[in-house]
């Protein structure tokens, strides 16, 4: 089990909402992702039409080159669609300009990635406060809520470690730190136990299970690992860029 600290003054996260009672806070109609190749194209998602609502918990499932991640990426703003429309937390991507775009990430979307994404050269509190500074947040306020995200993950004693001296649960709970520096509407999970031995992805899976629960935070998961299943409240089945909802 992971040591969960409560969140003093200075990092309280509750529950955002921007849309209204009746908006959803990602909305999809016909969206359409095709990459172009030299001698073919590859449809990663294709004509999808989905709504999901703030507050809740979605495990993405599929196989490999299902869609799962192009799906992220587009709800990530960091690809565009092809076609079709896009909505998330009020933010219409498919016409938002490149500032826009990184201002939506920055400010509204929290990343989690299999492979951590942490900077070699950074310690652990610089790599979770990172998103804050580059943001322009005040330097001194930031360190002290990324020591106090840290230390609610159980990472009091490596604020000052490298990636290379932490274990696999360790760089990826320092992502989820990192993921949440920022208060963001929506955490985007794609195969965040991939890289981890079966405890250590139950760990994670429980944090964020547990920032669903507690304060209300969207998230969605992609993942092959049947972990997640019982905790969703919306399960999404991919399979040649379509979905199905249950």
């Known amino acids: 089990m992971v040591a969960v600290m409560n969140f003093n003054e200075r990092f309280q996260v509750t529950s955002k909402s921007h849309n209204g009672h009746n908006q959803p806070l990602i909305s999809a109609r016909a969206l359409t992702r095709i990459y172009h190749l030299p001698s073919s194209q590859v449809v990663g998602v294709n004509a999808i039409d989905m709504d999901i609502s703030a507050g809740q918990l979605v495990v993405l499932k599929g196989n490999s080159g299902s869609g799962k991640s192009t799906l992220l990426s587009l709800l990530a703003g960091l690809d565009h669609p092809t076609s079709g429309t896009l909505v998330v937390g009020g933010v219409d991507l498919t016409t938002a300009s490149d500032k826009d775009l990184t201002q ?12 951590f994404n942490l900077l070699p050269t ?33 990472l009091e004693s490596r604020l000052n470690h490298l990636p ?9 709970r320092t992502a989820i730190a990192r993921a949440l520096i920022n208060d963001p509407d929506i955490i985007l999970a794609d195969e965040p136990t991939g890289n981890l031995d079966s405890r250590n992805a139950e760990n994670v899976i429980e ?3 547990k920032l669903h629960k507690e304060f209300q935070r969207t998230i969605i998961i992609a993942t092959h690992s049947s972990l997640a299943d019982p905790l969703a409240t919306l399960r999404v089945l991919m399979k040649d860029g379509k979905i199905s909802i249950s």
């Open 104 to 115: 939506f990430r920055r400010e509204k979307i929290g990343m989690v990635f299999q492979s």
């Open 122 to 154: 950074l310690d652990i509190l610089e790599n979770a406060c990172l998103p804050a500074f580059l943001a322009g947040k005040p330097a001194v306020r930031t360190r002290e809520k990324g020591k106090d995200l840290l230390l609610w993950l159980g």
């Open 164 to 172: 290379a001296q932490l274990s696999g649960g360790e760089m990826q």
């Open 207 to 209: 944090l964020l299970a």
